[in-house]
Nanobody, 116 residues
Framework: QVQLVESGGGLVQTGGSLRLSCAAS????????MNWYRQGPGKDRELVAK????????NYADSVKGRFTISRDNAKNTVYLQMNSLKPEDTAVYYC?????????WGQGTQVTVSS
């Protein structure tokens, strides 16, 4: 079965950095695009970044462009989200996501809290 396990969240001060990881299993990781979403307090879940199966194309939400970088290591079945210059408004639970056989799969999420 498809499993996504996020890690790397935590508490950081404004301007700090974190690197999130998502370990995937149960499907052919190198064949699928991967996404990072987030859901802040009282907000809808939003797409933060996405990367194609081989990493050749990456897209970002306007709110994180120039600060966040999505990458993947297909040998390790892992997708990453490097987050720099963090702001309080980046505070959210961050989720890894894959659309596999027309079904959306999600990890359990990892909390990122940015203090001002």
């Amino acid at each position: 079965q498809v499993q996504l396990v996020e890690s790397g969240g935590g508490l950081v001060q404004t301007g700090g950095s974190l690197r999130l990881s998502c370990a995937a299993s149960g499907f052919t990781f190198s064949s699928y695009a991967m996404n990072w979403y987030r859901q802040g307090p009282g907000k809808d879940r939003e797409l933060v970044a996405k990367i194609t199966s081989r990493g050749g194309s990456r897209n970002y939400a306007d709110s994180v462009k120039g600060r966040f970088t999505i990458s993947r290591d297909n040998a390790k079945n892992t997708v990453y989200l490097q987050m720099n210059s963090l702001k309080p408004e980046d505070t959210a639970v961050y989720y890894c996501n894959v659309l596999w056989h027309s079904i959306n799969y999600w990890g359990q999420g990892t909390q990122v809290t940015v203090s001002s």
